[in-house]
């Protein structure tokens, strides 16, 4: 297995997760964030689901750990997510903005821990 095929395979999965979360974005309209912290929090509940599926990162080959994590961050979007959250601090309230922090970290990383939950 060359160094070649595993970013390749990274690069598939990262390509397929952003069109994903481009056509969750366009489906969910909304003047909060909300698309960004639905494919966030279904990011990590897949991340969960995947990893505890295959066994867990230990027992993971390698091709899969590319292909689960390019998809998930190619999917999950955690610049959008600081960006927004700046932009609710600046166009409305820090209330606002520290309730999307807050909001978004603790769902998915409940989210995540389900996922494995289920899986393990």
Same mark, same amino acid.
Request: aromatic share 12%; net charge negative; with cysteine.
């Given at each position: 297995m060359t160094?070649?095929?595993?970013?390749?395979?990274?690069?598939?999965g990262g390509g397929l997760g952003a069109v994903l979360r481009h056509w969750v974005a366009r489906a969910i309209t909304h003047d909060l964030p909300v698309s960004t912290l639905v494919v966030?929090?279904?990011?990590?509940?897949?991340?969960?689901l995947w990893i505890g599926y295959l066994g867990g990162p230990v027992e993971m080959a390698e091709? +899969?750990?590319r292909l689960v994590f390019g998809f998930c961050g190619g999917f999950t979007t955690f610049a959008s997510f600081?960006?927004?959250?700046? +932009?609710?601090? #600046?166009? #409305?309230?820090?209330v606002l903005a520290g309730g999307n922090?807050?909001?978004?970290?603790?769902?998915?990383?409940?989210a995540l821990w389900l996922g494995l939950?289920?899986?393990g």
């Amino acid at each position: 297995m060359t160094d070649l095929y595993l970013h390749a395979v990274f690069g598939l999965g990262g390509g397929l997760g952003a069109v994903l979360r481009h056509w969750v974005a366009r489906a969910i309209t909304h003047d909060l964030p909300v698309s960004t912290l639905v494919v966030n929090v279904l990011g990590s509940l897949l991340l969960g689901l995947w990893i505890g599926y295959l066994g867990g990162p230990v027992e993971m080959a390698e091709e +899969e750990k590319r292909l689960v994590f390019g998809f998930c961050g190619g999917f999950t979007t955690f610049a959008s997510f600081a960006y927004q959250s700046l +932009e609710l601090q #600046r166009e #409305r309230t820090i209330v606002l903005a520290g309730g999307n922090i807050l909001l978004s970290l603790g769902l998915c990383w409940l989210a995540l821990w389900l996922g494995l939950w289920v899986m393990g």
